[in-house]
């Protein structure tokens, strides 16, 4: 795992119903249980589902003041318009992961795509795709622990979905491994 | 590993500060960005004995609230720019019969319907002049998750020690956003509670006020049996036409925010007290104007942050002594017509160097927008 940072800012984009504004607050959660302050901000239309929908998420052991994301660190994409809109910020030294179900493959320095939404479905359930990218980038980035995102997963969920969530956020951080 | 901090949206907050300042009424009609204010009390109200209202309109939702008050109960309302609008009419209901409550304007883009989820800073002259008559009331703005608690509670406790509705103002961007906050424990921030008339019932007079120019408020449904209404009335709440009822009445509205003035206008300053270029902001664009002064002190130009806490009543005397010091001033605000820029004016004088940043497209401004400004 890299080494953690004092401080990261990280979007979360795709469309309405992908579940990225709860990806965030959970990524959130999860710094706030290692003592950091943490921001999340979301960008939405009008639309419920399909439409473009956007968390920003900041991680910082001081204040933080200005509550938007100016200089990713990781980006997630999960539509091809988003990471349409966020590819460039690879070359500014951004870590860009993807999901290669939904979004044709690039190469290119920063840029990490795997198939979230197949292993989610052969996982038996499509709304996994979230906390399996969310596995990977915390592995992947060193943004939280990941056994901070498990104990926000134990305290959000029980029963059937907290296993079920549990075994997705195994399976992404095993893709960072 | 474990912290009682804990993540909290700027609307649930301020849900969960009407709730620790003893609301028991809610009655609304959900509009975006302020809908989890209502989601909230949908859930909560009845845990606590409250009541949660569903209405029809937000016209029906203001008089609800301000019938719960008159029974006793600290009661509330929250809404977006289109039913901020349609408040406006009993809301000044609410001033003229000084019926304690809180209304939330969660600010978004319009005009009308405007931009539904984007945020706004635009509403502030309606909140100040929306209604009709020589009205006042008390505004209050937040920048933070903690400040959306710690407000509220604020204006609870206001709007029942001065008998006065108190409009909590944040945007989009603060009611919508999350962040770690620390819920203070029972007992930790005041409560106040309206004063209760003592005399006998027969002599009671709802709008005679007592030396701290407030009159105390009886419960409808009690022993003191008392008259409000929207026309000009004297002291036993009664239809009064006179002209010195009038000059009595109108000033005394005024007159019992003026008596308490310095604890109404509440300001914050981060790096005021030398700087030369002097940012003013409220809500969200504090923040990215804390994030502009920091920038500018690195490059060792004396920047520093006014924010104005209290909308309304304006901080006159606190823009006056930081704005009076500075160079420049620069207000920054997410409307066209620079609503707080023109308040600096009238203060400072069309002498003083005052420059505006404003964003009215459903964007947010940020600090390198701000920093083009001083450069």
Same mark, same amino acid.
């Given at each position: 795992?890299?080494?953690?940072?004092?401080?990261?800012?990280?979007?979360?984009?795709?469309?309405?119903?992908?579940?990225?504004?709860?990806?965030?607050?959970?990524?959130?959660?999860?710094?706030?249980?290692?003592?950091?302050?943490?921001?999340?901000? &979301?960008?939405?239309?009008?639309?419920?589902?399909?439409?473009?929908?956007?968390?920003?998420?900041?991680?910082?052991?001081?204040?933080?003041?200005?509550?938007?994301?100016?200089?990713?660190?990781?980006?997630?994409? %999960?539509?091809?318009?988003?990471?349409?809109?966020?590819?460039?910020?690879?070359?500014?030294?951004?870590?860009?992961?993807?999901?290669?179900?939904?979004?044709?493959?690039?190469?290119?320095?920063? %840029?990490?795509?795997?198939?979230?939404?197949?292993?989610?479905?052969?996982?038996?359930?499509?709304?996994?795709?979230?906390?399996?990218?969310?596995?990977?980038?915390?592995?992947?980035?060193?943004?939280?622990?990941?056994?901070? %995102?498990?104990? &926000?997963?134990?305290?959000?969920?029980?029963?059937?979905?907290?296993?079920?969530? %549990?075994?997705?956020?195994?399976?992404?951080?095993?893709?960072?491994? | 590993?474990?912290?009682?901090?804990?993540?909290?949206?700027?609307?649930?907050?301020?849900?969960?500060?009407?709730?620790?300042?003893?609301?028991?009424?809610?009655?609304?009609?959900?509009?975006?960005? !302020?809908?989890?204010?209502?989601?909230?009390?949908?859930?909560?109200?009845?845990?606590?004995?409250? #009541?949660?209202?569903?209405?029809?309109?937000?016209?029906?939702?203001?008089?609800?609230?301000?019938?719960?008050?008159?029974?006793?109960?600290?009661?509330?309302?929250?809404? !977006?720019?289109?039913?901020?609008?349609?408040?406006?009419?009993?809301?000044?209901?609410?001033?003229?019969?000084?019926?304690?409550? $809180?209304?939330?304007?969660?600010?978004?883009?319009?005009?009308?319907?405007?931009?539904?989820?984007?945020?706004?800073?635009?509403?502030?002259?309606?909140?100040?002049?929306?209604?009709?008559?020589?009205?006042?009331?008390?505004?209050?703005?937040?920048?933070? #998750?903690?400040?959306?608690?710690?407000?509220?509670?604020?204006?609870?406790?206001?709007?029942?020690?001065?008998?006065?509705?108190?409009?909590?103002?944040?945007?989009?961007?603060?009611?919508?956003?999350?962040?770690?906050?620390?819920?203070?424990?029972?007992?930790?921030?005041? $409560?106040?509670?309206?004063?209760? +008339?003592?005399?006998?019932?027969?002599?009671?007079?709802?709008?005679?006020?007592?030396?701290?120019?407030?009159?105390?408020?009886?419960?409808?449904?009690?022993?003191?049996?008392?008259?409000?209404? !929207?026309?000009?009335?004297?002291?036993?709440?009664?239809?009064?036409?006179?002209?010195?009822?009038?000059?009595?009445?109108?000033?005394?509205?005024?007159?019992?925010?003026?008596?308490?003035?310095?604890?109404?206008?509440?300001?914050?300053?981060?790096?005021?007290?030398?700087?030369?270029?002097?940012?003013?902001?409220?809500?969200?664009?504090?923040?990215?104007?804390?994030?502009?002064?920091?920038?500018?002190?690195?490059?060792?130009?004396?920047?520093?942050?006014?924010?104005? #806490?209290?909308?309304?009543?304006?901080?006159?005397?606190?823009?006056?002594?930081?704005?009076?010091?500075?160079?420049?001033?620069?207000?920054?605000?997410?409307?066209?017509?620079?609503?707080?820029?023109?308040?600096?004016?009238?203060?400072?004088?069309?002498?003083?160097?005052?420059?505006?940043?404003?964003?009215?497209?459903?964007?947010?401004?940020? +600090?390198?927008?701000?920093?083009?400004? #001083?450069?």
């Amino acid at each position: 795992m890299a080494e953690k940072k004092e401080r990261y800012e990280v979007i979360l984009a795709g469309s309405g119903g992908q579940g990225l504004v709860l990806s965030g607050i959970m990524l959130a959660e999860a710094a706030i249980l290692e003592g950091k302050n943490a921001v999340q901000t &979301v960008s939405y239309g009008t639309y419920v589902r399909g439409g473009f929908s956007m968390a920003g998420v900041i991680i910082d052991s001081e204040e933080i003041i200005f509550q938007e994301v100016e200089n990713a660190d990781v980006v997630l994409a %999960l539509t091809e318009e988003t990471m349409e809109m966020y590819e460039p910020l690879a070359k500014e030294g951004a870590t860009v992961v993807y999901d290669t179900t939904l979004i044709k493959e690039r190469t290119g320095k920063g %840029l990490f795509g795997h198939p979230f939404t197949d292993m989610a479905n052969k996982m038996g359930n499509v709304g996994m795709v979230n906390i399996i990218a969310l596995g990977y980038m915390a592995k992947k980035n060193g943004i939280v622990d990941t056994e901070s %995102l498990a104990e &926000v997963i134990k305290r959000r969920f029980s029963g059937k979905t907290r296993e079920a969530n %549990l075994k997705a956020l195994e399976a992404g951080i095993a893709l960072a491994v | 590993m474990r912290s009682e901090a804990k993540l909290m949206q700027g609307n649930q907050a301020i849900a969960e500060g009407a709730f620790y300042a003893g609301a028991r009424f809610y009655a609304g009609y959900p509009i975006t960005p !302020s809908s989890e204010i209502a989601e909230e009390c949908s859930k909560r109200m009845p845990l606590v004995g409250g #009541v949660y209202m569903q209405m029809e309109d937000e016209i029906a939702s203001m008089g609800a609230i301000i019938g719960a008050s008159l029974a006793g109960a600290k009661s509330f309302t929250a809404t !977006s720019g289109p039913g901020f609008s349609l408040m406006q009419e009993n809301l000044g209901l609410a001033v003229m019969g000084e019926v304690p409550c $809180v209304v939330v304007d969660v600010q978004r883009a319009g005009p009308s319907t405007g931009l539904a989820t984007k945020p706004a800073q635009a509403d502030v002259m309606q909140i100040r002049w929306g209604r009709h008559g020589d009205q006042t009331l008390i505004a209050l703005c937040p920048a933070t #998750v903690a400040e959306c608690f710690s407000l509220t509670v604020t204006a609870f406790n206001f709007a029942e020690k001065f008998r006065v509705p108190v409009i909590i103002a944040p945007d989009e961007v603060v009611g919508h956003l999350r962040e770690n906050v620390i819920i203070p424990g029972p007992g930790e921030l005041e $409560v106040i509670e309206r004063k209760q +008339p003592s005399g006998a019932p027969a002599s009671y007079k709802p709008f005679t006020a007592d030396a701290d120019g407030v009159a105390p408020l009886a419960a409808y449904g009690g022993d003191y049996v008392f008259h409000v209404s !929207s026309s000009m009335h004297g002291p036993e709440g009664y239809s009064n036409n006179e002209p010195a009822n009038a000059t009595w009445r109108v000033g005394q509205l005024h007159r019992k925010l003026e008596m308490h003035r310095d604890e109404i206008v509440i300001t914050k300053t981060f790096d005021a007290d030398d700087a030369e270029v002097l940012f003013i902001a409220f809500g969200a664009t504090t923040r990215a104007s804390r994030a502009a002064a920091l920038e500018l002190r690195k490059q060792g130009v004396k920047a520093g942050v006014l924010q104005l #806490v209290t909308l309304w009543p304006f901080a006159d005397r606190e823009v006056a002594k930081l704005g009076g010091r500075a160079k420049t001033v620069v207000v920054t605000e997410m409307n066209y017509s620079g609503q707080v820029a023109g308040e600096v004016r009238r203060v400072l004088g069309s002498g003083a160097d005052i420059r505006q940043v404003n964003s009215y497209n459903g964007q947010i401004i940020r +600090p390198r927008a701000i920093l083009k400004a #001083v450069q």
